[in-house]
């Protein structure tokens, strides 16, 4: 999902900082950020995700995790069934993802049953509140927030990004090439990446 450029300071802020709306953009809120998100058991995917990371080349990235890579059998059939349905290009690399056990599927229930027909988004809001202490990896707003309305720790792409240039998994020129790609393929704007810049710098 690209951002609008309203949205590049106020809600990067709220985002990284989950303090609310701020005023200036403060180097504390990158701290606040990854307490928040560097320490759980895995990863919960949802569609957003799994199509950015696709787009940019990316999803073996994944393997550079320390969490687990899970999602919910409504995501695969989103990015997979029918992105290749549809022709869309990314759905044969997240598929080859799947294939490679690079993201594994888990049921959202307690007994691993899944919704058919059903929207992804409150299917994998339940697989991370049942998961206890999964992070959600996620490039929706309106998904990012209902998260953080549950108390669940929430990630944007482009932090898990920039989690991994931290812990010295990527360099520097490899982080700057991929939020160049994301740009490209119209999953952030130009300014989110420039605020997004000004933040974690």
């Not at 504390?28 to 995700?49: G, I, Q």
């Not at 240039?165 to 090439?177: C, E, M, N, V």
Request: proline share 4%; charged share 20%; with cysteine.
């Amino acid at each position: 999902m690209a951002y609008a450029g309203e949205t590049a300071g106020s809600f990067l802020g709220r985002c990284l900082g989950r303090l609310g709306p701020l005023g200036p953009l403060h180097r504390v809120d990158t701290k606040v950020c990854y307490w928040y998100t560097a320490y759980v058991d895995a990863l919960v995917l949802d569609s957003s995700a799994l199509v950015t990371l696709a787009q940019a080349d990316a999803l073996p990235l994944l393997r550079l995790s320390a969490h687990e890579a899970v999602t919910v059998p409504e995501v695969y059939r989103e990015t997979v069934e029918a992105g290749l349905a549809r022709g869309h290009p990314d759905a044969l690399a997240i598929r080859e993802a799947f294939e490679r056990g690079l993201i594994r599927v888990r049921g959202a229930g307690p007994s691993g049953a899944t919704a058919e027909g059903r929207h992804a988004d409150p299917l994998v809001l339940a697989l991370a509140e049942r998961m206890g202490a999964a992070a959600l990896l996620v490039n929706d707003r309106s998904l990012f927030r209902r998260a953080f309305t549950l108390g669940l720790p929430a990630q944007l792409t482009i932090e898990f990004v920039q989690d991994l240039l931290r812990g010295g998994k990527i360099t520097r020129p490899f982080r700057d090439s991929l939020l160049q790609k994301f740009i490209a393929r119209g999953r952030y704007t130009s300014e989110f990446i420039e605020a997004f810049h000004l933040l974690m710098e």
